[in-house]
């Protein structure tokens, strides 16, 4: 089975940084597009950043310049970390994953769990 499991979340006062991990298992890491979303409390899930498989990335604008996605095909992890953190950025954030199953053509979409993020003083 397919697998996304978050972990790094936690505890952060303004300006400090965190590094959130989320590992997979079931799916064809190297060909599978990656993203880190978020959804605070009464508000819509947004994409934060994502990570082809060719490793072309993507930003929303309010972590433009702050957060940063990268990937590791060998421990087939992607990760993002988190700099000069704001309140504004508490929410919980997911690992999702689009990719192709092992012994499967199709393209399929997973979402992980979610990690809490919260920031203050």
């Known amino acids: 089975q397919v697998q996304l499991v978050e972990s790094g979340g936690g505890l952060v006062e303004p300006g400090g940084s965190l590094r959130l991990s989320c590992a997979s298992s079931g799916i064809i890491f190297s060909r599978s597009d990656m993203a880190w979303y978020r959804q605070a409390p009464g508000k819509q899930r947004e994409p934060v950043a994502n990570i082809l498989s060719g490793s072309t990335t993507n930003y929303g604008d309010s972590v433009k310049g702050r957060f940063f996605i990268s990937r590791d095909n060998i421990r087939r992890t992607v990760y993002l970390d988190m700099n000069s953190l704001k309140p504004e950025d508490t929410a919980v954030y997911f690992c999702?994953?689009?990719?192709?199953?092992?012994?499967?053509?199709?393209?399929?979409?997973?979402w992980g769990q979610g990690t809490q993020v919260t920031v203050s003083s």
């Open positions: 999702f994953a689009k990719g192709p199953r092992y012994g499967r053509d199709e393209m399929s979409s997973f």
